[in-house]
Structures are given as structure tokens and as C-alpha cells.
């Protein structure tokens, strides 16, 4: 994770922020320590890099890269404004061990925004930021299938948005934000499927994290929880509302090693 130090909404480059509509900085660092404390009370390790002044959206580590073992996988942002982010996200990961690959810079690719693990499978969104081309060279370089999803909906911009695996049979999803085919190509690749509402959505439900049987994201409607809970999981809900000005929840704001 990365502290907010230096988070607000300074410029846009998706429909949920707005240079008008200013993130708090207080409230999102007591949002952004209730993050942090749950995964430590859940007994995660939490590590931490530094904030750079003037790149805002750092918060959203999600967005770094890809990490697999020892590999780290550096994103290529699509958007100049994000770009100073890639060297700082390099450098940790150097200095942490991690050996530190790089596509083709013409190859746009945003980390686990646009990636999720299922079993041997590798989902990868693209479209309005991490481009198709970028998914065959990531899946080699890990070994695995990559099951390319097509996004459909601009306010569901990085795949984690709208998708999320919450073991090794169930996924969650907003089906609308996604083209047809790439609704077929959940359905068949995956045991079975949560399909969200708009509602729960909009309000960043599918960004979340699973530890365990635990499921951690901003909010959930009490007939989502009962779905999640019936399947025996726990939901956590922690309010990330100055976050999601920028776009992002707890999934954005955590990138797993
Ligand atoms: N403002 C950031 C952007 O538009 C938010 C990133 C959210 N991260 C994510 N993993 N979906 O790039």
C-alpha cells in the first residue's frame, strides 16, 4: 500500500473524478488507516512505499504492476499524468528482490487493474487503459492462459472494477460492464458467478480483496452480503468515499505480493 499523502483530484482521466469535486485529505487518511489496520487485524503484512509528491493516484498500487513469486511486472500507463508513477514502483521492487520486467512502452498495461488470477487462468481486461496486445506478452512471461475481456462501460475503466475471483470457483461481476462475448467467456471459464447490480457496482463492490473467507471493499447491499455470506463469507465493509472520487476502492488501493 501506499499512504495518501499526496492523493487528491488533480486532474481526470476517468467520468469519476472531477477536478471540482476534491477529495478530503483528512477523511481519506482515517479512510485509508481503516484499510491498512482490518488487513493488519486479518493478519496480513502490510509493506508499504513511499508517496511522491505530485503523483496522486500512486494510492492505487492495484495499478503498479503485475507480481508473480519473485517477478514483478511493471505497468505502462496509458495516460501521461500517471506515467512518473512506473520508475517509483520499479525501484521498490528492485530494492525488495523482486526481479523487474518491462513491456514495450507502446504496449499500454495497467498491473492488476486489469488483471485477475483464476486458478491457471489469467483474466485481463482491455480497452480503455491496458491495451489487448499487452495480455499475450504477460501471460507468457507467467506461464499461464490469458482469457482477454473486453470492457464495455467507461466508468468500469480497469477490469478490477467490475470482476473479481473470490476462490477457486466463484466469481463476482457486473455483467453490463462487459462486452457480450467477454460476459460468454466468464460464464464458460469459470464454475460459477456472482452478478452484481448496478447499484452494488456503482458502488465498487467488485474492487474488493478476499484474505481468506473475509471480503473487504466500500460497501455492499444487504441482499449482495446475504449472497456472500450464504457462500460462507465474511463481508468488511470499510467506507473508501474519498478514494472513490478518483475512482478506485479497496481492490485499487492494494496490490497483492
Ligand atoms: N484515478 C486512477 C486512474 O484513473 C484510479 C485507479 C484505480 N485503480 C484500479 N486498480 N482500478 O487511473
Given at each position: 500500500m501506499c499512504p495518501p499523502d499526496h492523493y487528491g483530484i488533480y486532474y481526470e482521466i476517468n467520468p469519476w473524478m472531477s477536478v471540482a469535486k476534491q477529495a478530503q485529505s483528512d477523511q481519506a487518511r482515517r479512510q485509508w488507516e481503516t484499510l491498512y489496520n482490518l488487513y493488519r487485524d486479518l493478519g496480513v503484512t502490510v509493506e508499504l512505499m513511499a508517496p511522491a509528491e505530485g503523483l496522486p493516484d500512486m494510492v492505487f498500487t492495484a495499478n503498479a504492476g503485475v507480481v508473480s513469486n519473485d517477478l514483478f511486472i511493471a505497468s505502462n500507463f496509458r495516460h501521461p499524468e500517471r506515467r512518473g508513477e512506473e520508475e517509483h514502483f520499479c525501484d521498490w521492487f528492485k530494492s525488495h528482490g523482486y526481479r523487474v520486467e518491462r513491456l514495450p512502452r507502446q504496449y499500454y498495461f495497467e498491473g492488476m487493474g486489469d488483471v485477475k488470477l483464476y486458478r491457471d487462468l489469467l483474466f485481463a481486461g482491455f480497452y480503455?487503459?491496458?491495451?489487448?496486445?499487452?495480455h499475450l506478452m504477460v501471460g507468457e512471461k507467467l506461464g499461464k492462459l490469458v482469457v482477454s475481456i473486453e470492457l464495455a462501460d467507461k466508468r468500469f475503466y480497469h477490469l478490477d472494477t467490475c470482476f473479481c475471483p473470490l476462490d477457486d470457483d466463484l466469481v463476482m461481476y457486473f455483467?453490463?460492464?462487459?462486452?457480450e462475448y467477454s460476459r460468454k467467456a466468464v460464464q464458460s471459464h469459470t464454475k460459477a458467478q456472482i452478478e452484481v447490480g448496478e447499484e452494488d457496482a456503482l458502488a465498487f463492490a467488485c474492487n474488493c480483496v478476499v484474505v481468506d473467507r473475509h471480503i473487504i471493499l466500500n460497501r455492499a447491499s444487504q441482499s449482495l452480503r446475504e449472497s456472500l455470506e450464504a457462500r460462507g463469507f465474511t463481508v468488511q465493509q470499510v467506507s473508501l468515499s474519498e478514494f472513490l472520487k478518483a475512482g478506485g476502492g479497496a481492490g485499487c488501493l492494494t496490490l497483492a505480493l
Open positions: 480503455f487503459r491496458s491495451d489487448v496486445r499487452s455483467p453490463p460492464a462487459l462486452q
